[in-house]
């Protein structure tokens, strides 16, 4: 009997904890201070809220980035105002070695020419005496030193690059004669102008430096002026703009207190009377 009631008090026990534990659960599912499920997303949406910029302020800088005038009134990026071949990679520096190597190339011609004051047929002679000595005693010193003897390959211009040259430098000539020749026909006064202009200015640069130093000062400008205006782009152009503006509004002010006192004419003064 004694056991018997034992078993009954923990059977009573053990319910009473079952209810216990579900009453909880009930109190925790149903309880207002516990978080709804779509509590923690709606809180997740808030801080993607505060955490985004705002529309306006993202429409407005886009706006601003389209507002900025390009130089020139420049609508093309810079690789394809070189004409987006290999001379554009290569004035943009898009391939480093190929860049670096020809304003190095072009640096030690000029350092030759001009700097150590080398003639060209000289310094063709002297490379071709040292080459071909180097490689005559090469070959002959061969059979002593039992090496092999240098490769030296055939070496000859092809045809089809020659070729394609050639067509290329006539059609630019055919085109430069057909220009010159509608500018002395009268047909074009502004191109007339631009290209009395352009003479003009290269014949100041001709007496100032010679060929050679205007040549090189030309491919320092290609290799460094393109690259770092396409670095600098935005700045640059936002700049022109600022300082074309200034420009308009002190030609506006010259305008009013200068140019408008001048004094007209009669015949100016008649035709308004």
């Known amino acids: 009997m004694a056991e018997h009631e034992e078993h009954k008090v923990e059977e009573q026990h053990e319910e009473s ?17 516990a978080p709804a499920p779509e509590s923690s997303s709606d809180s997740d949406d808030e801080k993607k809220k505060v955490t985004s910029p705002p529309p306006a ?62 003639h060209l047929l000289t310094l063709l002679c002297h ?48 085109r430069a004669l057909a220009v010159m020749r509608e500018i002395a026909a009268g047909k074009d006064l502004k191109m007339f102008l631009m290209v009395i202009a352009g003479l003009w200015l290269a014949s100041i640069l001709g007496g100032c430096c010679d060929f050679l130093t205007l040549f090189y000062i030309i491919v320092v400008v290609l290799h460094t002026v393109p690259v770092l205006y396409e670095k600098y782009e935005d700045q640059v152009d936002s700049f022109a703009e600022k300082a074309l503006h200034e420009f308009k509004k002190q030609y506006a002010v010259f305008d009013a207190k200068v140019l408008s006192k001048i004094p007209r004419g009669p015949l100016k003064d008649k035709k308004k009377a």
Not at 17 to 32: A, Y
């Open 17 to 33: 904890m079952m209810d216990k534990i579900s009453e909880k659960l009930h109190f925790s599912n149903h309880h207002p201070s």
């Open 57 to 118: 302020a993202t429409s407005s800088s886009s706006s601003f980035g389209s507002k900025v005038r390009r130089l020139f009134g420049r609508e093309r990026p810079v690789h394809k105002v070189f004409g987006g071949g290999k001379p554009a990679d290569m004035f943009l520096w898009r391939n480093k070695k190929i860049s670096a190597g020809f304003l190095g190339g072009a640096t030690a011609i000029w350092v030759l020419f001009e700097v150590v004051e080398y």
């Open 127 to 174: 490379g071709l005496m040292i080459a071909l000595a180097g490689l005559f005693l090469w070959s002959n010193a061969s059979t002593f030193i039992h090496k092999s003897a240098p490769h030296i390959p055939e070496v000859h211009i092809p045809e089809k690059p020659v070729l394609e040259f050639a067509s290329a430098l006539r059609n630019e000539v055919n």
